[in-house]
């Protein structure tokens, strides 16, 4: 059972262009998301990240949107860099005594120069 | 200012054998997690430790697999005998003590081989 899902595996957008990668989830308990980036044999990196009272949150090229009614949350960056290059994931906890982290399956993002 | 450490960062193992991963938690975090990817996959969560405590261990097989995270030195996840399925990434995480507190900030990882 996926709680978590990441539709696209990839995308692929121009330098200077905005990137949008979106994030699906099931379950309603889900109070906090946040946003990592990964690259090859690194560890997943974190990026931004959003409590479910809120419905936008910002940071320097990187907004993250959450509409709770939908279970959906995007990921924006722009403009995207070259150097954005790697694959996203989602994730979700909702929090209680474990804040275990549930993630998505990822989106692969290539920025073309 | 070290993030999370993680030893050894690629290990091989023959089926049968034992694998041990260390973690070394950022400073200030007493918070450990456990992650798991297997190839093409997300990171699926296995454990979460506190020191000298394992408070969640919902994600971990019940067999072979152990964790630890004691008073001194870093936490410890131990496979025992293991098999080709255990061939896979493992990230450690941790993060700070306090309510209100989500990010978890990720090791390199060891990416365990098993021939």
């Known amino acids: 059972d996926q709680q978590v899902k990441q539709n696209s595996p990839s995308l692929s957008v121009q330098e200077g262009r905005i990137s949008i990668l979106n994030c699906d989830y099931t379950?309603?308990?889900?109070?906090?998301f946040l946003w990592y980036k990964k690259y090859p044999a690194e560890g997943p990196t974190f990026l931004i990240s959003i409590s479910s009272i809120k419905d936008k949150n910002e940071d320097g090229r990187f907004t993250v949107f959450l509409n709770k009614s939908a279970k959906h949350l995007s990921l924006h960056i722009v403009p995207s860099q070259p150097g954005d290059s790697a694959v996203y994931f989602c994730?979700?906890?909702?929090?209680?005594?474990?804040?275990?982290?549930?993630f998505g399956t990822g989106t692969l993002l290539a920025v073309q120069p | 200012n070290a993030g999370v450490m993680q030893n050894p960062r690629h290990l091989v193992r023959r089926r049968g054998q034992e694998a041990r991963l260390r973690c070394s938690p950022m400073?200030?975090?007493?918070?450990v997690y456990w992650y798991r990817q297997l190839p093409e996959e997300g990171l699926k969560f296995m454990v979460y430790l506190q020191k000298e405590n394992i408070i969640d261990e919902s994600g971990m097989p019940k067999e072979r697999f152990s964790a630890e995270f004691p008073k001194e030195g870093p936490s410890i996840l131990r496979i025992q005998q293991v098999v080709r399925g255990d061939s896979a990434a493992y990230f450690c995480?941790?993060?700070?003590?306090?309510?209100?507190?989500?990010?978890?900030?990720f090791g390199p990882g060891t990416r365990l081989t098993v021939l």
């Open positions: 995480a941790s993060s700070q003590k306090g309510l209100g507190i989500h990010e978890q900030f």
């Open positions: 400073k200030g975090h007493s918070h």
């Open positions: 379950n309603s308990m889900f109070d906090y």
């Open positions: 994730a979700a906890t909702s929090g209680g005594a474990t804040n275990k982290l549930i």
